[in-house]
């Protein structure tokens, strides 16, 4: 089926419009505007349902170029027969791709890989085929020892090593075992001995058992990151019921054969050292992405509703991005947002000098008409709105407003600021940056990265190329949902609106 029709049956969209939205789109044409600019052609889908086509579109290229190279690697090994290449062509999911592949992936030197060579693949053959004989085991494996295989043992240890390779690797084995893990397993966590955590930031975590499915997200991603700093140490539990029900439908000792034990042993040790693990890795993967698609989700929401703040116009704005030793910044910025003047106050300790320091903002407020004062919400701000709080008493009129500093600092010290305010040091230009964003919000925040504004909690832990992904199509979203006024926006404003960015 082609792929314009699959995305159209799993949408429930018309394929032209679908057919149309993927050549543009390949072309390199944005999301916004195919959104705004080509309604004629997509057939008037909006902005959700493009980026569902353009995620849909990556997805199943990813799936259909990843299916032909196994079929290229199976067929280079000579090995790809009709049904194989019938199952991997109606494959849906790339877990059932790699799951048809992993039989023929090459391998590092495994204990299985070993005993293939030593000549033990007739044996192993024999143990899965479960004769009903009364043959001495003894006589079918003499004949395979030799220097390489000293014992009889020794020739029945690496056949059972092939067959547990061979329960492990089987894709009607791993399939449903890892459906079952997912929907029945159970995640826990314990905390590592001696590792350390003074702020007990993992406690929840030490003793914690949940099943797989019930996980929500930020659960996911707090043990993720309690692992990787050493504080917990995270297993997933598959009960027997849900791998040996599965197991046994392929491969089941029979007792009348004189190798029944051989198979249930081979069983237990294919599931336990190699088929357990290896779902136990894919299951927290799939958790891992979904917690991550989830996350970025919501850091896209949060950076919505701070890029679509209403802007305060008419003002003229004294901002204040505080600090202790260093001193509070200060900068009065026009209703246009040109910078009038700065100074450096020091109202904290070490230097105390709060009086000289609200003398100073009550000049700056008379000589330049400032109405509202805005204040960074980072180190020291509880401090400077005390202060603020005794300097509006000294003049009517005026109001301050807590404003969120997050990437100032980063945005401070970039090209595009130092471009755009030459002359200011960079530790003033953070509270510029926080006087325009109580102005215009959006026209501000736009300058900066958006994985700088600090949207979220876990934002540091999730994928980082899909976060930038996600964040950018957000900004620009917002951009061209509000607008922008031609004669007084950015370049970095312009940049996001569609038809006129890069």
């Known amino acids: 089926m082609p792929i314009e029709q699959t995305i159209a049956q799993n949408l429930q969209l018309h394929p032209a419009s679908v057919k149309a939205t993927i050549a543009l789109l390949d072309e390199g044409q944005t999301v916004p505007f195919l959104a705004r600019y080509r309604k004629e052609v997509t057939g008037g889908l909006d902005e959700d349902q493009l980026r569902q ?48 592949y992993q039989p023929y992936r090459p391998k590092r030197r495994t204990r299985a890989g070993i005993a293939r060579e030593r000549g033990l693949q007739p044996l192993a053959d024999l143990i899965l085929e479960q004769p009903r004989t009364r043959t001495n085991p003894a006589a079918w494996a003499g004949p395979h020892v030799s220097d390489r295989v000293p014992t009889v043992e020794d ?55 949940a099943r797989a499915d019930r996980l929500r997200p930020y659960q996911v991603l707090a043990l993720n990151r309690g692992e990787a700093e050493k504080v917990l140490r995270v297993s ?12 046994e439908r392929r491969y089941r000792p029979d007792s009348a054969s004189p190798l029944a034990t051989m198979l249930a042993d081979a069983i237990e040790d294919g599931v336990h050292r190699l088929l357990l693990p290896a779902i136990e890795r894919d299951v927290r993967r799939a958790l891992t992405e979904n917690a991550e698609e989830h996350a970025i989700g919501v850091f896209a929401a949060n950076l919505r509703s701070l890029l679509s703040q209403p802007p305060v116009s008419g003002h003229t704005v004294l901002g204040i991005d505080p600090g202790f030793r260093t001193g509070c910044k ?16 020091y109202p904290h300790a070490p230097q105390k000098r709060a009086q000289e320091a609200q003398a100073s903002l009550v000049r700056l407020i008379r000589r330049h008409g400032v109405s509202l004062l805005a204040i960074g919400n980072g180190t020291a701000s509880r401090e400077t709105e005390q202060l603020a709080a005794e300097v509006i008493r000294a003049v009517e009129g005026v109001k301050y407003v807590m404003v969120s500093e997050a990437g100032a600092s980063v945005y401070s010290a970039s090209p595009e600021a130092r471009a755009e ?65 031609v004669n007084t926006a950015s370049a970095a404003l312009l940049e996001r609106v569609a038809g006129i960015g890069p």
Not at 58 to 67: K, V
């Open 53 to 100: 086509v353009a995620a849909t579109v990556e997805r199943l290229r990813a799936l259909e170029g990843r299916r032909a190279a196994v079929l290229a690697t199976i067929e280079e090994q000579g090995k790809l027969t009709e049904e194989l290449r019938s199952q991997l062509l109606e494959a849906q999911t790339l877990a059932a791709v790699e799951d048809l």
């Open 155 to 209: 020739a029945w240890a690496g056949a059972r090593d092939v067959v547990a390779e061979t329960v492990s690797d089987d894709p009607e084995v791993r399939g449903p075992v890892r459906e079952r893990a997912s929907r029945w397993g159970m995640i826990g966590s314990a905390r590592v001995p001696d590792a350390e955590d003074p702020r007990r930031v993992y406690e929840t975590y030490y003793e914690f058992e």
């Open 236 to 247: 997933l539990e598959v009960a027997e019921r849900d791998w040996r029900a599965v197991v």
């Open 330 to 345: 200060v900068a009065v910025v026009d209703p246009t947002g040109r910078v009038l003047e700065t100074a450096i106050i």
């Open 421 to 485: 305010m030459p002359d200011l040091d960079v530790t003033l230009r953070g509270a510029v940056s926080i006087a325009r964003r109580l102005q215009d919000p959006l026209a501000e925040l736009v300058k900066i990265d958006p994985k700088s504004i600090g949207v979220g909690m876990y934002q540091h832990d999730v994928d980082q190329k899909r976060l930038e992904e996600a964040l950018s199509a957000e900004v620009e979203t917002v951009v061209n949902r509000v607008g922008v006024d």
